[in-house]
């Protein structure tokens, strides 16, 4: 936990703290470990580097897409602080969150400390989506629906949903699949490994959904991408002032079967989409089933990184074609009758 110094620490650029000269950098280690009740240095670490070369490195918040990019009005730069051992309640042992991968921390042994670093991650977070998707006559969509969560991903799920009661866990998953998929109900729900911290985390779920299916004559059109899909580009067009910071590197896989209405089959398969820039790719395609069916798998994969300003405009055309893709869809049609007396 965060002590009671956070609204001291959470300051702007160049403050002084209040009560307190900083005149050396283990003056300020032994000040905020005793204010904060923690060792950890990753943003202390940043803060000498602005003293040195004038940065602005801390404005880092949840951003444009998520929690990988640098926002442009963010003021607090302590978010990581008080992290380690004790803000990961439901990590495994030994793991190294990405705030203190490769940061700075105080070592204490008995009233002695000593600065190190802590070691560097390269691994991503991931998220395993499996949906089987039944169209139905009013045009809705029977979804079944279960999520794997590995790496930090299953951490921020058991941080939210391990000390809460079950109703209250139906109504943050009813949240999570309205924001990942607009107008959905969730109507059912199971998890599978939540105290089981060296496993990934299972979340099968029965959702209702609107939206997936339209009709065109005799066709219906299915979406192909069903959870993680971008209708808009999360990126602005205006000049960025700010490099790229994706400091937690994620991978997004979602696999969908179509199911077919009795009678119906899948016609020919839309073609394969797929994007890429410095800070990511994505890819989507699909393929018919020999039971009319049809399956659509996609990824969307960033890695730890920072990148200059300047990249702002091929990665907003790398999503441009992300919000094209998701919008590929599968047509299912009148199955062709077997030959009498075949």
Request: proline share 6%; net charge negative.
């Amino acid at each position: 936990m965060r002590g009671n110094g956070d609204a001291e620490v959470t300051r702007r650029v160049g403050e002084t703290l209040p009560g307190e000269q900083i005149e050396s950098q283990v003056e300020t280690v032994a000040f905020l470990a005793n204010h904060v009740g923690c060792g950890n240095l990753a943003i202390l670490e940043e803060h000498f580097v602005r003293q040195r070369d004038g940065s602005d490195r801390t404005e880092r918040s949840r951003g444009e897409t998520g929690d990988a990019f640098v926002d442009d009005e963010t003021t607090d730069a302590f978010a990581p602080l008080g992290r380690i051992g004790a803000h990961e309640h439901y990590a495994p042992f030994g793991f190294v969150p990405w705030a203190d991968s490769g940061a700075g921390a105080l070592l204490l042994k008995g009233d002695q400390g000593e600065l190190i670093t802590l070691g560097s991650k390269a691994e991503l977070s991931s998220a395993k989506y499996k949906l089987t998707v039944k169209p139905r006559p009013d045009l809705k969509a029977d979804i079944e629906a279960e999520a794997e969560y590995v790496g930090e991903d299953a951490i921020d799920m058991r941080d939210d949903l391990a000390p809460i009661s079950e109703s209250d866990r139906k109504s943050y998953l009813q949240t999570w699949v309205a924001e990942h998929r607009p107008d959905a109900v969730l109507k059912s729900f199971s998890i599978e490994d939540l105290d089981a911290m060296d496993k990934p985390l299972r979340i099968k779920m029965s959702i209702e959904a609107p939206g997936l299916v339209t009709r065109a004559d005799e066709v219906l059109l299915v979406r192909a991408c069903i959870l993680n899909c971008y209708d808009t580009n999360p990126l602005s067009r205006a000049i960025r002032q700010h490099p790229f910071y994706i400091d937690r590197g994620w991978s997004r896989e979602e696999t969908v079967v179509i199911v077919p209405p009795s009678g119906m089959a899948a016609g020919q398969m839309p073609p394969p989409a797929g994007a890429k820039s410095v800070i990511g790719s994505l890819s989507l395609s699909c393929t018919s089933q020999s039971d009319g069916g049809a399956r659509c798998w996609q990824q969307f994969t960033v890695r730890r990184n920072r990148w200059p300003a300047d990249q702002n405009g091929s990665s907003r055309a790398m999503y441009d074609k992300i919000v094209e893709a998701g919008r590929m869809a599968v047509a299912l049609q009148q199955a062709e009758a077997a030959p009498a007396g075949g």
